[in-house]
Nanobody
Framework: QVQLVESGGGLVQAGGSLRLSCAAS?????????????MGWFRQAPGKEREFVAA????????YYADSVKDRFTISRDNAKDTVYLQMNSLKPNDTAVYYC?????????????????WGQGTQVTVSS
């Protein structure tokens, strides 16, 4: 079955930057290819519910961001490598969380975690003050 694997997390000081990567192993999702799916990033902090961070359409033409990260984070994808990225700049302590990538069909309800059928294992991001 298709797997999503995140990498690039770690410990960083407030104001610093990290770039997360999410690579898909296997080229199909339910018989369709990686480049036919919307990709999203979500995060979950200790004691908090999972929240939407960013999403990108199948072609990469459209991107969407939560208000809390807009102008600081950038989502991108390289369909030739079956990989999606999250560039995180000006990190704040409240960005600390486990970050997950996910995949879904279509572009509607991109911020709803329930619409994503494929999930990675998560990567820890810790921002110190």
């Amino acid at each position: 079955q298709v797997q999503l694997v995140e990498s690039g997390g770690g410990l960083v000081q407030a104001g610093g930057s990290l770039r997360l990567s999410c690579a898909a192993s296997g080229r199909t999702f339910g018989g369709l290819t990686f480049d036919s799916h919307t990709m999203g990033w979500f995060r979950q902090a200790p004691g908090k519910e999972r929240e939407f961070v960013a999403a990108i359409s199948a072609s990469g033409a459209w991107t969407y961001y939560a208000d809390s990260v807009k102008d600081r984070f950038t989502i991108s994808r390289d369909n030739a490598k079956d990989t999606v990225y999250l560039q995180m700049n000006s990190l704040k302590p409240n960005d600390t969380a486990v970050y997950y990538c996910a995949a879904k069909k279509g572009t509607s309800f991109y911020s709803d975690s329930g619409q994503y059928g494929y999930w990675g294992q998560g990567t820890q991001v810790t921002v110190s003050s």
